[in-house]
T-cell receptor, first 114, second 108 residues
């Protein structure tokens, strides 16, 4: 099976713009979670989607949003970009989203905001 | 205060040494994960624990639920083990909290 894929891998935007990142989970996986990783804050949980519904959300402002499609692919959107949004954005998929499921991470999208 | 604390932050070892990385947490958890991140960003899930001990090759992970503490051990360390090791806990509602990571360098 193919692993988790994320597109694009690298992205440069300017302040005030918006960005959409895409994540394709492993085939058959229904849960997709998004994480932000920065040198200062480390890894932080953004949100989780399961069967097209947002199941949980971390402590991020409303500028960060996401959605999941019927084929389990997920997108994450950040509006009105700020310099501090520069980070590695990782998504991870799990089969059914239960506590016993292993997460499989994608390679990440490195976003730079100028 | 961080919900998850890891120690040490940085660790340098000689090839063949036994390595221990520690993780303490302050919240009730449903599971604890150990992750490995290599330069370039790719993350691999090494272990998921809710009790006891797990072993995979040269890696051993233990958890003490009462003491809210977990350890990751690497036996016979090798330069290819050089990476950042991250402890993550899953809490109610499927939220995750992460430690800041331990950067391990194994010197040949």
């Amino acid at each position: 099976k193919a692993g988790v894929t994320q597109t694009p891998r690298y992205l440069i935007k300017t302040r005030g713009q918006q960005v959409t990142l895409s994540c394709s989970p492993i085939s058959g996986h229904r849960s997709v979670s998004w994480y932000q990783q920065t040198p200062g804050q480390g890894l932080q949980f953004l949100f989780e989607y399961f069967s097209e519904t947002q199941r949980n959300k971390g402590n991020f402002p409303g500028r960060f949003s996401g959605r999941q499609f019927s084929n389990s692919r997920s997108e994450m959107n950040v509006s009105t970009l700020e310099l501090g949004d520069s980070a590695l954005y990782l998504c991870a998929s799990r089969q059914a989203g239960g506590a016993a499921d292993t997460q499989y991470f994608g390679p990440g999208t490195r976003l730079t905001v100028l | 205060k961080n919900e998850v604390e890891q120690s040490p932050q940085n660790l340098t070892a000689q090839e063949g040494e036994f390595i221990t990385i520690n993780c303490s947490y302050s919240v009730g958890i449903s599971a604890l994960h150990w992750l490995q991140q290599h330069p370039g960003g790719g993350i691999v899930s090494l272990f998921m624990l809710s009790s006891g001990k797990k072993k995979h090759g040269r890696l051993i992970a233990t958890i003490n639920i009462q003491e809210k503490h977990s350890s990751l051990h690497i036996t016979a360390s090798h330069p290819r083990d050089s990476a950042v090791y991250i402890c993550a806990v899953r809490v109610a509602g499927n939220q995750f909290y992460f430690g800041t990571g331990t950067s391990l360098t194994v010197i040949p």
